[in-house]
């Protein structure tokens, strides 16, 4: 007895310095709005390399080591090198709080990209603003830059996307839409949006299923949707849980047409969908559909270099989308770096007024309204034909 | 009702899937009280082996046999090297080392094949309709698969010298002691069964589910609700404990929110820890106190 209260002592004891520790460290960092102005440029990642977002964040670790190769053999950025300190947030929201108090506090990185979804996105997002860090997430969700100060993105807006969609379902005539969202962030505000956006059009979503982005099993959720008997169905997720879902789809045999969001724009979808994935439509950024694109295309050139160079340095390995908002987030912070320094203050303003930044996603415009700068132009209506994502008719 | 049936028919092959790993964690918690936290790790390796050697060329039989005999290596392997050398082995310590085991094994697992999601080719494709309910051709095999085994094990436990050796371990240590039953052998036969199913859970429920290095967590943990509905020492429990837990997840994803189904196994698990903490169809409880 007499030890067990020994050691509760010596327990609390620790957990308070190790609290305190914490607080004077926080608390010692962001002394001033630029960070070190000789040595290397610190750019910190988070990134969901292990997890459920684990198909997204590995090929943007490998996207983002390109760009960095490829920015410090040019010479780095504004004659400094680029040193990249990449965190794995294990594909969890506390994980990714973590990772950008350690890039902040201790590597005193002078900015961070990241992360790879919409959940630990939102939960750096605070953290980036309190201690004025310059951030560029990689996730989809409109809600990580909506009233942001120091946050911006590379991955198009959902927004952007159900717009694409909504487009379409006016055009073949759909009044009802079924919808099974992912349930975590990535998925929060879709039906919202669709809704919103469809009222025009006389557009409503009649069902919502939720999944979780690790579930294995949809048939729950898919004879709902069968049920429901919509117009048309929208799949909001990311592989591997898009592609179950995909396949649940199709195994019901429901009738209706079964969109899908640009979170499947990568080769592992097609791969775990197989055959299911024929006849899909789905709104995706160019990357899927380079090569189908025509000569005139602004982002033609860029796309083909990116997709090049990725294949050349991992051994002809398909870039995907997400390997696209790695490559984007590192140009553009290197864009304001080389052009305003380190001062963070100078590098916030200056993404914020990026004009004409042509990417791998898009061609961005960034404003102090709009922090991801991409329209519903970056993305093109595609659908998936023998196991490979097909441009429709309008192409551009 | 045709929803209602295909609720049904999906969850009783997710939740034979959980019986499979249910009864790997009887198999041994009977012998020695072992919680056995690396269950579910044994059938994501069981899966994951069986995805490599496929990719690897060799056909899907011999791929499955190669799966079993990796897998109850390295079961046989964590008893050795982790459990026996346990001078006084509790459950709770049981827990703490068999915890350590399974993030070492995830660690190992993602180191050899990645972060992504993968599955198997089912054994037969296709689909079968009857009265507007799907049963998917790898779900059949499922489901029959599972009978067999589970017959098998029950035959094992009930009508085998070999088998009845390891109830008596578990009923009356010493006493089994005395008759000439050695423990230790006891033990390393429970861990050598629990991967053998751990691995044929892994390669079944690949096709439909896929595998990937962390898809044992949740598996694990869903078996062990299984498992304790029949208080942990009950292997028809432990069956009818997965099956039920498939078909109650899947019905109230279908009927009331699809958010909600991982809690499912919770709830479940907390109820009967409350009410029955013997398990529903514990019959052992009051003996083991």
């Known amino acids: 007895m007499k030890l067990r209260t020994r050691w509760s002592g010596l327990a609390t004891a620790l957990a308070l310095s190790v609290l305190v520790a914490g607080c004077s460290e926080s608390k010692s960092t962001n002394n001033a709005g630029g960070g070190a102005s000789t040595g290397p440029v610190k750019m910190g990642a988070v990134l969901d390399i292990t997890g459920a977002g684990a198909s997204l964040g590995v090929t943007e670790r490998k996207s983002i080591e390109l760009a960095v190769k490829q920015l410090n053999d040019k010479g780095g950025v504004g004659g400094r090198q680029l040193q990249l300190i990449t965190e794995d947030n294990q594909s969890t929201e506390d994980g990714a709080a973590k990772a950008i108090n350690k890039l902040v506090s201790q590597d005193q990185v002078d900015i961070v990209l990241g992360a790879s979804r919409t959940g630990p996105s939102l939960a750096m997002r605070p953290i980036a603003e309190s201690s004025k860090m310059p951030m560029i997430s990689l996730a989809a969700s409109k809600a990580i830059i909506d009233g942001s100060q120091w946050v911006f993105k590379t991955a198009q807006n959902d927004a952007v996307v159900i717009a694409q969609m909504i487009d379409l379902a006016k055009q073949r005539g759909w009044k009802t839409i079924g919808l099974a969202r992912d349930a975590s962030g990535f998925g929060e505000g879709v039906a919202e949006g669709m809704t919103d956006q469809g009222k025009s059009g006389g557009i409503s979503v009649i069902r919502i299923e939720k999944f979780a982005p690790d579930a294995t099993d949809f048939t729950a959720q898919m004879v709902n949707l069968r049920s429901a008997n919509a117009d048309a169905n929208v799949i909001w997720g990311i592989p591997p849980a898009a592609a179950l879902a995909q396949r649940a789809y199709r195994q019901l045999g429901i009738a209706s047409p079964v969109l899908q969001s640009h979170g499947i724009g990568n080769q592992a979808f097609l791969d775990t969908a197989g055959a299911s994935a024929d006849g899909l439509l789905a709104p995706l950024g160019r990357i899927n559909v380079a090569d189908q694109l025509p000569a005139d295309n602004p982002q033609k050139k860029v796309l083909t270099d990116f997709i090049d160079n990725y294949r050349k340095a991992y051994g002809g390995e398909q870039p995907s989308a997400f390997a696209g908002y790695g490559y984007d987030a590192v140009n553009l912070a290197a864009e304001a770096i080389g052009k305003a320094g380190t001062n963070k203050q100078a590098v916030r303003d200056y993404l914020e007024g990026v004009k004409n930044h042509v990417g791998v996603s898009g061609v961005f415009t960034m404003s102090p309204q709009d922090h991801s700068g991409l329209t519903k132009d970056a993305v093109v209506m595609t659908t998936v034909a023998n196991g490979k994502f097909t441009l429709m008719s309008k192409p551009g | ?289």
């Open chain 2, 1 to 289: 009702m045709t929803d209602f049936l295909q609720l049904v028919v999906a969850g009783l092959s997710q939740g034979a899937v959980y019986a499979l790993v249910a009864i790997g964690f009887v198999a041994i918690f009977t012998v020695g009280g072992v919680i056995n936290l690396a269950q579910g790790e044994f059938v994501a390796l069981g899966g994951l082996v069986a995805i490599w050697a496929v990719g690897s060329g060799l056909p899907m039989l011999a791929a499955a046999a190669v799966a079993v005999v990796i897998v109850v290596c390295v079961a046989v392997g964590v008893e050795r090297l982790v459990v026996r050398p346990v001078r006084s082995m509790t459950t709770l310590t049981s827990i703490i080392l068999t915890l350590g085991v399974s993030t070492a094994l995830k660690a190992a697992m993602l180191l050899i094949w990645g972060p992504d999601s993968k599955g198997l080719a089912p054994i037969t494709g296709g689909q079968y309709t009857v009265a507007g309910v799907t049963v998917r051709g790898q779900e059949l095999w499922i489901l029959a698969i599972v009978t067999v085994v589970s017959v098998a094990v029950y035959w094992f436990y009930d009508r085998t010298v070999t088998g009845k050796a390891l109830r008596a371990c578990a009923e009356q240590p010493v006493a089994a002691r005395l008759v000439g039953i050695s423990p230790g052998a006891a033990s390393m036969l429970s861990f050598t069964l629990a991967g053998l199913l751990g691995a044929l859970a892994g390669v079944l429920a690949s096709p439909l589910y896929f595998t990937s290095w962390d898809s044992g967590l949740v598996l694990g943990l869903k078996g062990f609700v299984a498992a304790t509905l029949g208080g942990l020492v009950s292997v028809p429990g432990a069956i009818f404990g997965g099956l039920l837990l498939g078909v109650l997840e899947n019905l109230l994803a279908g009927y009331g929110d699809s958010g909600l189904r991982d809690a499912v196994a919770f709830v479940v698990l907390i109820v009967v820890l409350i009410v029955r903490p013997g398990g529903v169809f514990g019959r052992h409880a009051e003996a083991r106190v």
